[in-house]
């Protein structure tokens, strides 16, 4: 995906062969967030640093987006072209677990536990023609 | 000082194309105020909610410029309960002797659509499309489903039982029966939850006439006491809504710390309750507030909805009225339907849907986002 550039800055590091989704530490008591903050949601803290937490995990849980959301819903689908996509939490190797939208959009194709990895996807482009992108998670096997 | 309910108002849930949300409000204060016996000008305070049918106390508009005090509440879901807790402090504390609450609501229809900056969030979380509740309450029982190995019949009956009460509830939004196959067969919205499983926004308006309890019989013959109003937002690690990421560690939810309040608070355990309402913004949400607020094991709710604990006629009776499923969301009214329900039951003035046995003490648990619950007990 060449020119492409990330939707919102910051959540994934980018341009990156293997992109692996950027939060953030805490380093008073070591929990993490995601995406990136500068105060802790554990201990009220503000002493955080950015941390790389990796592109691989597991599934917690998931559902299947089934019909077009409305606003703030904004990718260049119509009604006719909108495909169902999954959702769930991905659990990372710190434990953390993050919300994210899922290649897969059947329920035959979805299962708690089963190992998933992080690819990039285009949103929409921009008025440049570049593709914006953000992240999913996809089952790992299909991984690319 | 004891605070006690004595006035009762409802406009009926559902859709009224003729009225606004404000004055579905006003007619709810009107109705509360004749069930206590008593007119706007005697009420010393306000408190009142509405989400998305502008700011409460214009109310006053339509009911008198009496210049009391009408302070606006605007907590979620949870709107209704953080406008009754207000009250209970406030003649608990000795302020006053006898007001108001309200809450009243006209949303459009279909899902809400937040904003993500409104909840903290940047545009890329809902531009993505992960900003919407649906996902939210489908990933929950998903896991629970996993967690705790309830089947998907489970989800299908509390669906029945909902729109079965509705059916015996005249201001209910739903007053239609559903055979399991119309809910079984109903389109899927975000899996496991289809259409029939989840609840509508709405419109209404409920109020609520409270006072001090030593006064209670100047208003009406039967008071209910509010033994205990609890609200709690969430601790770090309760899976909520809108969450980008979550802890490692599942904490315990806001439902939970809320109810355990209200039961040391009020004296009182799980057994002694004879009739509730647990927030039901789809069947999961009954499901897991089952076990939330303390009235069974996780798990256990496989056993209890195939037994039918939870009916009319059953043990622990929950959501008599068809709660949110068959009644519709008004946010800002919704807390309030739940407590006027259960007022209702325990006057014993249930008609079809009357709980037998002369239920003496109820309860009430609403929850909304980002992560809000509120309990009240009341007793007879």
Not at chain 1, 109 to 137: C, H, N, W, Y
Not at chain 2, 72 to 80: L, Q, R
Not at chain 2, 133 to 145: E, H, L, P
Request: include cysteine; hydrophobic fraction near 35%.
């Amino acid at each position: 995906m060449s020119g492409a550039k990330p939707l919102h800055p910051g959540l994934f590091t980018w341009p990156n062969a293997n992109p692996s989704l950027i939060g953030s530490r805490c380093l008073d008591c070591g929990e993490h967030a995601f995406p990136s903050q500068g105060s802790c949601r554990a201990c009220s803290g503000q002493n955080t640093q950015n941390a790389e937490l990796g592109n691989t995990g597991t599934l917690w849980t998931w559902t299947i987006q089934s019909f077009m959301p409305k606003t703030p819903y904004h990718t260049d689908e119509t009604p006719e072209t909108f495909r169902p996509y999954g959702v769930g939490y991905v659990e990372l190797p710190c434990g953390l677990k993050v919300e994210s939208r899922l290649r897969e959009n059947t329920p035959d194709a979805l299962r708690i536990g089963m190992p998933m990895a992080l690819e990039i996807i285009s949103v929409r482009k921009d008025e440049q023609g570049d593709d914006l992108v953000t992240f999913q998670f996809c089952a790992a096997e299909e991984a690319h | 000082m004891e605070v006690a309910i004595v006035g009762l108002g409802l406009h009926p849930f559902g859709r009224t194309a003729t009225m606004s949300g404000l004055e579905q409000g006003a007619a709810a204060v009107r109705a509360a105020l004749a069930d206590a016996g008593t007119d706007f000008k005697a009420m010393q305070f306000a408190f009142g909610g509405s989400q998305d049918s502008g700011n409460a106390d214009s109310l006053v508009n339509l009911l008198g410029l009496t210049g009391l005090q009408f302070t606006n509440v605007a907590n979620g879901c949870a709107t209704g309960g953080s406008s009754l807790n207000a009250a209970y402090s406030a003649i608990k504390s000795g302020q006053y002797d006898v007001g108001l609450v309200v809450g009243f609501d006209k949303h459009d229809r279909g899902a809400f659509n937040p904003k993500p900056a409104e909840w903290g969030l940047d545009d890329w979380y809902g531009e993505t499309g992960l900003m919407l509740t649906t996902q939210y309450f489908g990933m929950k029982i998903q896991r629970y489903m996993h967690d705790y190995g309830i089947s998907r019949d489970t989800l299908i009956r509390v669906a029945e039982k909902a729109f079965r009460n509705g059916a015996l509830t005249p201001t209910a939004w739903r007053q239609t029966a559903l055979s399991w196959e119309e809910i079984e067969n109903a389109p899927m919205v975000s899996e496991p939850l289809n259409k029939y499983m989840f609840c509508s926004p709405a419109e209404g308006g409920c109020a609520l006439v409270v006072c001090r309890a030593d006064i209670a019989h100047q208003f009406h013959s039967r008071p209910i006491y509010l033994k205990t109003a609890v609200v709690r937002s969430r601790n770090y690690g309760s899976f909520e809504v809108f969450s980008p990421s979550q802890p490692p560690e599942v904490a315990a939810s806001p439902t939970v710390t809320a109810s355990q309040a209200a039961f040391e608070l009020a004296g009182l355990g799980p057994e002694d309750i004879d009739v509730a309402q647990l927030q039901d913004t789809e069947v999961g949400a009954e499901i897991m507030h089952m076990a939330e607020n303390g009235f069974c094991a996780h798990g256990d709710q496989e056993q209890w909805l195939a037994d039918g604990v939870t009916e009319i006629t059953g043990r622990l009776p929950v959501n008599t009225d068809g709660g949110c499923l068959a009644n519709g969301e008004p946010v800002g009214a919704s807390g309030l339907r739940q407590v006027h329900e259960i007022c209702v039951q325990l006057r014993g003035d249930g008609g079809a849907r009357q709980v037998a046995g002369e239920p003496k003490v109820g309860y009430t648990h609403v929850y909304g986002a980002p992560g809000i619950s509120g309990v009240n007990i009341l007793a007879r």
